[in-house]
């Protein structure tokens, strides 16, 4: 019912800077919340980056000052602007959004990921 495409991912060195771009296509009556997931080789999965419905984005400490999070409602789209990029930021950054497609409720869907590698 619903797809989420990202674009964006790629290769960069250490202090550049990526953009991030995920559209959510489908059955969408409304979207609850969108934001950016990464995961890095050997640990777990964390939120980068989240924004609610009618809420301010929230980041994780280890990306503030350094990543923005924007979204548009009326295009169902989110974007990570990424700076100042750091070897750490490395991962597969995943886009999520919780969408109702019915009125019988809403469901959490996951893009593919984008690999991310900072490196030089």
């Known amino acids: 019912q619903v797809q989420l495409l990202e674009s964006g991912g790629g290769l960069v060195e250490p202090g550049g800077s990526l953009r991030l771009s995920c559209a959510a296509s489908g059955r969408i009556f409304s979207v609850n919340a969108m934001g950016w997931y990464r995961q890095a080789p050997g640990k777990e999965r964390e939120s980068v980056a989240f924004?609610?419905?009618?809420?301010?984005?929230k980041y994780t400490d280890s990306v503030k000052g350094r990543f923005t999070l924007s979204t548009d409602t009326a295009k169902n789209t989110v974007l990570l602007e990424m700076s100042s990029l750091k070897p750490e930021d490395t991962a597969v950054y995943y886009c999520?959004?919780?969408?109702?497609?019915?009125?019988?409720?809403?469901?959490?869907?996951w893009g593919q990921g984008t690999q991310v590698t900072v490196s030089s």
């Open positions: 999520y959004a919780s969408v109702r497609s019915s009125w019988s409720g809403s469901r959490d869907y």
């Open positions: 924004k609610y419905s009618g809420g301010s984005p």
